[in-house]
Structures are given as structure tokens and as C-alpha cells.
């Protein structure tokens, strides 16, 4: 991890993070986002205006994961950060995922978030619900059947939360 | 409830939406809707394009109440909808919300979803949860003080479920 950065998004990084958006997208096993998904969508979905912020993890010109936190929802309830993050496949293992989720919650703290809660973390997803934990998060609830596991079937999302 | 319509909304029907939609942000105890929102907020906000359907109870010319679903999240997601209701103070006690919610229902089903959720369901609003679990949904999660509510400070936010 010594020669990975994490720094904001930079236009130029748009190639590298449009890389590992639009395999994950297609995958369909982490995320809800349409696999047919085009670049402008993925634009749309990814790259939100302030307050939101979208970051990269950067290994030279190589992007190698992406992570943005925006609040969950809008006025009264404002308070609470939404974190949405992609590691290339190429770099599973290298602790890549759990350092962008610490610095995101550095992130959103700094923000003046009081939590961090994420809507649909994919109960198949184990890796991801392993590194949740770890960070300290908790599932609070959980839909059942909310997600077409493009080989699963469908299986639940689960809601995750924790105060910052 | 015999001279109570619901049908979907017209543009005619906005004054009498907005009515009631400002007076429900303003109070800040059921939405988290920006208690500021200004009118041209209000239409982004309530009349989504489809597919998302907005429907309302009508008495004559005036307005008793309004919702709206649409899919809860997209792409792998959007066999959920989601439901948002208002009713007018002034006709609290006449059966116009359950009406609503039993109509939506039926609306969301002849719409293909599979099942119907509810983010956001003020933990202080008793007569919501007691209306909604009689429509048979339940509480499958709870977000701790994810609602800034304009009286009580932070409560919890309820999130709600039922098959189709």
C-alpha cells in the first residue's frame, strides 16, 4: 500500500475509474446499476455535484479504486453520509477496499456527517459485508429480495449504518 | 369517502397538491423534504417522470390528498417501488390515507412490482405506522436519529416492507 494514494478525483482519472465501474456494473453481483449502463450514465451516477465528493485511489496513472460519499437523503435528514465504492479486479487482496472505506469515513467526519449509512450492501456480497464490519458498521435492516443477482437470483439487500 | 375520487394527477391538480405538500414540509415531523422548498422544488421533488405515477384524491374541485410511487432504486433494483403520501390537515380522520395507500397498492401491483418500501418512516409518526402495518406492511429496519424532526429533535427513521 506504500505506493498507493487517495486523493480527489481528478478529471483525467475518469478512464481508469470508467474501467472498473463498467465491470462491476456488468458483473451485477455488487451493485444495482444498470449493466447496460453507458460511460455518460456512469458520468451521471458516479461523478455527483457538490456536497458530494468522489475520490480515487491512485497507484501512479493507475486507478485502482474510486469511492464517493453524498448525503443519504436531502434536508431533515442530511445529517447522514451515503459511501459507494469500486476496486478494480485486478487488485483484490492488497487492502485496497478497506483503505478507501477508512478514508471515507475521515472524509465524511470532516464533512460534518454524524453516520454513514449504506442502502443495499448485497447479502452474496461477503466480502464487502466482512470489510463493513470490520469498520465498525452494523446491519440495520434488510430487504428482502430487493436484488436481481445477475447469477444468484434474487437475494436481499442489506442496510448498513454507523455514527461517525 | 363516497364523493372522494382518486385519479391520476392533472396540471390542474397542482395548486391543491402544493397546498398541501408545503404545509407538510413546513411542519418537518412526517418528510424530510427541505422545510425552505420552494414551489418549483415542490414539482421536482413530487411529479416524477415515469415511470413513477402520481395519483390524487379528489372531492369536487379540491384536493384531499396525494401520492406517488415509483421504482425504489433502478436498475437490479427496480422490480421495488417506493410510495410517498400526503393528505391534507384538514382531512385527517376520513380514511382519504388508507384509501391512498390501499389504492397504491393496487397500482404498484398492476405496474408489475414485486414489492413496495418505504426509506423513511418517522419513527414519531404513529398514525403512519399504525395505517401502514394494517396495510400489512412491517418495519425491517430502523435508522437510529436519522430524522432531524422540527419538534422532537432526532428521531428514527423506519424503514417499511410488503410483498405485492
Same mark, same amino acid.
Request: aromatic letters at 12%; proline letters at 9%; zero cysteines.
Given at each position: 500500500m506504500a505506493s498507493v494514494e487517495i486523493r480527489p478525483f481528478e478529471p483525467g482519472d475518469w478512464p481508469g475509474v470508467w474501467r472498473i465501474w463498467e465491470? *462491476?456494473?456488468?458483473?451485477?453481483?455488487?451493485?444495482?446499476? =444498470? %449493466?447496460?449502463?453507458?460511460? *455518460?450514465?456512469?458520468?451521471?451516477?458516479?461523478?455527483?455535484? =457538490? %456536497?458530494?465528493?468522489?475520490?480515487v485511489a491512485v497507484e501512479g496513472d493507475t486507478v485502482l479504486g474510486t469511492y464517493k460519499i453524498a448525503p443519504n437523503r436531502h434536508g431533515l435528514g442530511d445529517h447522514v453520509a451515503n459511501g459507494s465504492y469500486m476496486v478494480s479486479p485486478h487488485t483484490r487482496g492488497r487492502g485496497v477496499g478497506r483503505a478507501l472505506g477508512e478514508h471515507?469515513?475521515?472524509a465524511a467526519r470532516a464533512a460534518g456527517y454524524a453516520a454513514?449509512?449504506?442502502?443495499?450492501?448485497?447479502?452474496?456480497n461477503t466480502n464487502a459485508l466482512r470489510l463493513w464490519r470490520a469498520l465498525g458498521f452494523i446491519i440495520v435492516g434488510t430487504i428482502p429480495n430487493g436484488f436481481r443477482h445477475q447469477r444468484l437470483?434474487?437475494?436481499d439487500f442489506?442496510?448498513?449504518?454507523?455514527?461517525?
Open positions: 465491470s *462491476v456494473a456488468i458483473a451485477g453481483d455488487t451493485y444495482d446499476y =444498470p %449493466p447496460e449502463s453507458t460511460e *455518460v450514465d456512469a458520468r451521471a451516477y458516479w461523478l455527483l455535484p =457538490p %456536497p458530494a465528493q468522489v475520490w471515507s469515513l475521515d454513514m449509512q449504506f442502502n443495499a450492501v448485497v447479502s452474496a437470483g434474487l437475494v442489506h442496510i448498513m449504518h454507523r455514527f461517525l
